[in-house]
Nanobody, 117 residues
Framework: QVQLVESGGGLVQAGGSLRLSCTAS????????MGWYRQAPGKQRELVAS???????NYADSVKGRFTISRDNAKNTVYLQMNSLKPEDTDVYYC???????????WGQGTQVTVSS
C-alpha cells in the first residue's frame, strides 16, 4: 500500500524558515512529478511548487524567490525549503506524487504550517 509520509510543519514567526519533507513508500514505482500543494479552510487546494524527474521546477508566483523544491530520487523523497515565511503562507501543506504510466496522483495526509506575525 502506497504511503506518503510528510514531516517538518509547525509554528514559526514571520521571516523564519521551515523545511518540509515527504517520503513515498509501499511499492510505488516509476515516480514522475513530485510537488507540494496548500489549502486553507474553504478554499481550493493550490500548487505551491513542483519538480519533474529531470529537475525542472515550477513555483506559484507568491512563493518565487522564497521557497525551493528539491528531490532525492534514491530516497523517493521531495523537500520544500521555505524561507522568509509570511503569515499568508499559513495553510495545510500536502505532498503530491505522480507515478506509473497513468501518472496516478498520490497525496500525503497534510502538515500544518502556521506563520505568526
Amino acid at each position: 500500500q502506497v504511503q506518503l509520509v510528510e514531516s517538518g510543519g509547525g509554528l514559526v514567526q514571520a521571516g523564519g524558515s521551515l523545511r518540509l519533507s515527504c517520503t513515498a513508500s509501499g511499492g510505488i514505482f516509476s515516480i514522475k512529478t513530485m510537488g507540494w500543494y496548500r489549502q486553507a479552510p474553504g478554499k481550493q487546494r493550490e500548487l505551491v511548487a513542483s519538480i519533474t524527474t529531470g529537475g525542472d521546477t515550477n513555483y506559484a508566483d507568491s512563493v518565487k524567490g522564497r521557497f525551493t523544491i528539491s528531490r532525492d530520487n534514491a530516497k523517493n523523497t521531495v523537500y520544500l525549503q521555505m524561507n522568509s515565511l509570511k503569515p499568508e503562507d499559513t495553510d495545510v501543506y500536502y505532498c503530491n506524487v505522480q507515478a506509473g504510466r497513468a501518472y496516478y496522483a498520490y497525496w500525503g495526509q497534510g502538515t500544518q504550517v502556521t506563520v505568526s506575525s
